[in-house]
Each structure stands twice: as C-alpha cells, then as structure tokens.
C-alpha cells in the first residue's frame, strides 16, 4: 500500500499526456479570431488603457484579475494569447494526473486516462477566447494547490510548514474563481480518504466516520477554515460595484435551481456528448480517427510492461467508492453555477461548466471498474483498446468541429473588417444596426455590441460609434426602431455602464446619423470545415491569396437610416 501511495509519475505518462493535448487542441493556437470578451480586454491590451481593465475588474469585485490580464499587452501577437488557454487546460491535465496517481486509488494506467479525459472531453469548448485563460489557470492553480495539500501527507521537517503556506497562498489566489470554493470540498476529502488510507484507519460507523473527520480537521485548521477566511476577505476588500453590485447573487428559489440543474443535466452533459455522436463531418472523424488509433498504440506501446500489474489493481472492487466520489465532485462542480443562476448553453456560456469534466472522467474510471470486475468479456485488452480509440475519435472529432466553427467564425470577422477598412466613408455614423443574413452554428453565432465597437475603435479610430446586434438590442433595453432619433433605452443606466472605454464605446452619441450594416455570405453552402481549412490555408500556406479569398467569402452592405 506504501509504494502504492508513494508512486511517483512517469516520464513516458507526461509525454503521452502532452501529446493528447496537442492532439486535442492544436486548432486553437492557428485561431486569430476575437470573440465575445476578448473583443473589449484585446481592444484595452493594445491600446494599454490599462485604467479601464481596472475599472472592469474591480467593479465585478475580481480585482486581481487585473494583475493577470496586464502583462498579456506584452505578448506581441494574438497566437500567443491564445496560447495561454492552452496551457492551462495542459496544467490542468498534468495535475488530474497527478493527482490521481498520488492519490494511490486509480493505477497509473487509470491515472494517464482519466487525465487524457479530463481534456478531451467535449464540454467548455469555449478555449479560443484568451479572456477565459483567467478561469482555466486559476482552476489549474487550484488543482496545483490541492496536490501541494496531498504531498503533505509526505514530508518531514520544516518542509510540511512550507508545502502549507505554499498551498494556502495558492488557494487564496485560485478562489478568485469563486466557484473553487465548494469544489474545495471535494478536494477536502480527497486528502483525508487518502490520509485514512495512508495510516491503516478503517471506519466502520457513522461515529468513527465523525471522529475521524473531526481530528483530521483539528490538525490541519487552517485548511479547514480557508475557505470561510476567504470569502470574509472578499467581503470586506473586493467589493462589487455599479451594475455587477448584484452579480452572481444567490436565486435559492425552488423553480430556479430546478431549472439551472435541468440545465447542466441537457445542456452541460447530454448536448456536448450527444453532440459528438450526431453531429459528424466525416472528413474531421476521419482524420481524428487515424490520429487516434497511432496515439493508442503509442499507449500500449508505453504501458506494456505495467499491464498486467495495472489489470490486477484495476479489477480491485472500488469502482462504486470512486462513482461516488466523482458524483460528489461533480456537484461541487455544478453546484455554485447552480445556486446563482447560471448554467451552460451552447456557446460562450460553456464557460459555467467547465469543472465539470474531471469529475466527470472520474465517474468513468468508477464505471469501467464496475463493469470489468463484473463482466469476464470487458477484461479483455481488445475490449478496452476499441473503447479507447473510439471515444477518442468521437471526442476528438468533436473538439475539431468546434474549432473549426470558431475558426469560420474568425474567418468571416475577419472579411468583415477588410471591408470596413476598404470602406473609411463608413465610418461617419454614430449608430449601426447589425443585420447578420450568415448562417453561423449555434455555439459560434452570438454576436455583442463589443464584437463590432472594437472592430470601429481599432480601423477608424475614437470611440463615438455605436452597434446595436439583435441579442443586445434586448439587453440594452433598446424599444425605438432604426433610423428613429434619437435611440431610446428603457435601461438608460446598463447602457451607461457598459459602454464604456472596455468597450471601445465610452463617447457614443446616440442622436447621432444611422446605418443599417448588412452581413451576407457568397457562399452557396457555408461549411465551417471548408472555410477553416480554406482561411488556414491561405493564412499559413499561400498568404498572397488571402485577401482575395476573404474579399470572396462575405459581402457587406451599408444602407443608411
């Protein structure tokens, strides 16, 4: 049991893992594109208006965002900041590896799968938006905390003092992500099944569960207090303010959080997963299928010589102890999203469910124990090895759809602002009313005010002109017809607080002349696979091509009002 706890990773175990990351998500580092929040923090980035990203994320009462966000005026291009979402997806695997391997309960077979599936599964495909690298690595810093917090079971010395303060520094900086503070529970309890493991205790009632539990926290308090020593401190010193004063405030009404878990059931699991098996372009499956099968049997390959030792660990009847486990992750997980209304829909909104896939995973390792110690047919290696390749390719095929969708969409904000720049007349309106006649995918197709306000500030210079999407004509509380003057508002107030100098829109005049923007494509068919192998194509491969390919691709109109 010792050795088992004391298994340390493996080299060949990380390399895979990096390569399944890169496997996974290799699209993302060739997308150019500027969507949703990163149309108003890359706007603020390049222009170093460094006041108005800390009056953003000080009035959402997330200031220390601010400290992460400002170095990245310095990273040169937008390739590299998409990067940084990458990487904390990778951190965030290595640590589920690791943890997991030290955690003495999955072998090191399961330990590299559940890792691999911690990435791979198709859920918060929302990591082509370099705004959103904040949660991700603050998540990633969280796991790097929890796994500081495990070690100490460890050490000797003056060390445990160290991994401690280390890990409660960490922690303090993750639990910006609010949401971190219940998945602490699960993380919580991790460390004491591990350390009941680790000195032999067994618990065999509910009392000697309670006293357990009791001494375990009695000796490490200041872990068992962190989480309430921290939203003390974010009451008194990161106050929200303006708009975002009641912003992810509790709705603990019953029909709310009945709808909200609804809501993650079908939209947080059931639409990514089915998604993968309905929705196909069989180009994409085909090529994630062939990168599939040489990544499995790179696998086998690696972990030959530890199968057998693997398949005796891993028939061990823990699998129900390890479902529960996951399940109780998982509503950690959900549960805060949950309890303040905000729950995932395909698109932007992903971002809520984006703890969901390590517990999830977890609940898999559980799942495939349980069968394989029950069924003699699952133990066979070529059972586990067609399973494994084709979740992979499904999975896989999935993110690469996906990215191809953000990538089309890239494409085509692109043409957009060709034309804009093609056109400075243009620029003489105050207000522009959006008419968007492309056929995007759901996920990608959401456009706000933002997306085209950066757009103006970054060709035509200033911030005076206005655009109105038809999801934000609803949200700014807009109830005159275009071309009216001058433009009315039930919500004068959301329009004054959000149009801002973070949006590129902090001197719009309303009164102003107006414009009707019409956005229609050339294509007969819009294909988002065909246009993202096309856009990379002539971006990477023939760039002398590229701007007439994006000149051909969308046809914009401008009419005025």
Request: proline fraction near 4%; aromatic fraction near 18%; charge should be positive.
């Amino acid at each position: 049991m010792r050795d088992q706890l004391q298994a340390r990773p493996k080299l060949n175990s990380l390399l895979l893992l990096t390569i399944a990351v890169l496997f996974t998500h290799w699209m993302a580092f060739f997308n150019e594109g500027i969507f949703a929040e990163d149309a108003g923090l890359f706007t603020t980035l390049i222009y170093h208006d460094w006041i108005a990203i800390a009056d953003m994320f000080s009035s959402a009462g997330v200031p220390v965002f601010t400290y992460y966000v400002w170095p990245m005026a310095f990273a040169g291009n937008v390739f590299l900041l998409k990067s940084t979402v990458i990487i904390g997806v990778y951190i965030i695997a290595i640590f589920s590896y690791l943890l997991a391997s030290k955690s003495g309960f999955f072998s090191e077979r399961e330990s590299l799968v559940l890792a691999i599936f911690t990435q791979l599964l198709p859920i918060p495909t929302i990591t082509v938006i370099f705004t959103y690298s904040i949660y991700f690595n603050a998540y990633a810093l969280f796991l790097l905390a929890t796994y500081l917090f495990l070690s100490i079971e460890w050490t000797r010395g003056r060390s445990p003092y160290l991994l401690r303060g280390l890990a409660i520094c960490i922690y303090f900086i993750a639990f910006t992500l609010n949401s971190l503070l219940v998945l602490y529970a699960a993380g919580f309890v991790l460390v004491y099944a591990v350390w009941l493991k680790r000195t032999g205790r067994r618990v065999r009632h509910a009392r000697e569960l309670f006293s357990t539990f009791w001494s375990f926290c009695l000796a490490r308090a200041d872990f068992t207090i962190l989480p309430l020593a921290y939203w003390v401190y974010k009451a008194i010193f990161y106050q929200r303010s303006g708009l975002y004063n009641n912003y992810n405030s509790f709705t603990l009404n019953t029909e709310s959080i009945a709808r909200n878990s609804y809501q993650f059931i079908v939209d947080g699991i059931f639409f990514p997963l089915a998604k993968s098996f309905v929705d196909w372009n069989w180009y994409i499956y085909l090529g994630a299928a062939v990168c599939s099968i040489l990544f499995v049997t790179c696998f086998v390959f690696v972990n030959r010589g530890d199968a057998r030792n693997a398949q005796l660990d891993e028939r061990r009847g823990d699998g129900f102890k390890i479902i529960g486990f996951g399940l109780f992750a998982l509503l950690c997980g959900t549960l805060p999203y949950i309890l303040v209304g905000k729950s995932p829909a395909p698109g932007v909104l992903m971002r809520n469910a984006m703890l969901m896939p390590l517990p999830m995973a977890v609940v898999g390792i559980g799942i495939w124990r349980v069968v394989k110690f029950r069924s003699t047919n699952l133990q066979s290696h070529s059972v586990a090895i067609v399973l494994f390749v084709s979740l992979l390719t499904v999975f896989t095929g999935r993110w690469w759809e996906s990215y191809a969708a953000w990538q089309a969409r890239a494409a085509k904000d692109l043409a957009v602002s060709q034309y804009l720049a093609d056109h400075p007349e243009w620029s003489a309106f105050s207000v522009y009313w959006i008419v968007d006649k492309l056929p995007m995918s759901k996920e990608v197709a959401e456009y706000g005010f933002a997306d085209y306000t950066s757009k103006f500030r970054m060709l035509w210079g200033g911030q005076t002109r206005m655009a109105f999407t038809p999801a934000h004509i609803l949200f700014l509380g807009v109830d005159t017809e275009p071309g009216v003057r001058p433009v009315h508002s039930k919500l004068p107030d959301r329009i004054a607080f959000f149009c801002n100098a973070w949006a590129s829109a902090r001197d719009i005049d309303l009164k102003g002349p107006q414009a009707e923007l019409e956005i229609g494509t050339t294509q007969r068919s819009w294909n988002d696979a065909s246009v993202a192998s096309a856009y990379l194509y002539y971006r990477f491969i023939e760039p002398s091509g590229l701007k007439n390919y994006l000149a051909e691709l969308v046809n914009v109109t401008l009419r005025a009002l």
